[in-house]
């Protein structure tokens, strides 16, 4: 998904929430963050310095981790710690166990759980210690159990100082941010915190229509005033206004 405009602050050691349905451009923004893919124009500055600066400063964690199943847990986290020229095991063996991953250290990754598979990632990312943690749908797909101890470790990380980028399409999970933007056909239609998004959501009204999907017609739609959100799902448009 393109995304068009995009101009988004956020805040040291803030808690932001970039929130969306599938395919509203939430990937795209992360990936030109961390400069995997770059802007037609524009520029994404991280902790005050580009992209390509900062990458030192930041960790990732993709909606689809690359972990090495082949490989156990602690070869996983060793082999994205050295990338950073980390070497300090003390310091890998005590975030295996803050997240309770020290069990595991010579299991297989590809034999861990998903939720454990998310654990792992995030360790990884962790590894160089970050000042900034991107972390794309970091739940998605987990049981609600390891949803909330991940959900009190981002606000442990917080607390430590750390900014956290968080993409989502739940709702419920979005209000626990500190701030949140609402992202829809690659724009930002809200921003705020999550009482004035939830508000703003909460009070509109909803359409659909049988229509197939026309980029021009969404163009026009999102110009239209007052409207906060033009989604197609397969051959239905959705109008939120």
Sequence with gaps: MAVDSVTLNVDRGQ??????????????????FCGIIESDKGEARVN???VQQAKADF?????HFSL?????VWENLEFYAHMYNISDEKRLSSLLDRYDLAAFKNQLAGLLSGGYQRRLGLVCALAHDPKVLFLDEPTAGIDPVTRKLLWDDFYR??????????????MEE??????LAFI????????????????????????????????????TL????????????GNELRLVV
């Design 15 to 32: 808690i932001f929430g970039l929130l969306g349905p599938n395919a509203a451009g939430k990937t795209t923004v992360i990936r030109m």
């Design 48 to 50: 005050g310095m580009s």
């Design 59 to 63: 960790g990732y964690v993709a909606q």
């Design 68 to 72: 090495y199943e082949e490989l156990s």
């Design 157 to 170: 990380l917080s607390a430590e100082g750390k900014t956290l980028f968080i993409t989502t399409h739940y």
């Design 174 to 179: 979005a209000q626990r941010c500190h701030q």
């Design 184 to 219: 829809s056909s690659g724009r930002i239609v809200a921003e705020g915190s999550p009482v004035t998004i939830k508000q703003a959501i909460g009070n509109a009204k909803v359409y659909s229509a049988d229509i197939s999907y026309l980029p021009e017609l969404q163009s």
């Design 222 to 233: 999102l110009n239209t005033m007052g409207m906060i959100l033009v989604n197609q799902f």
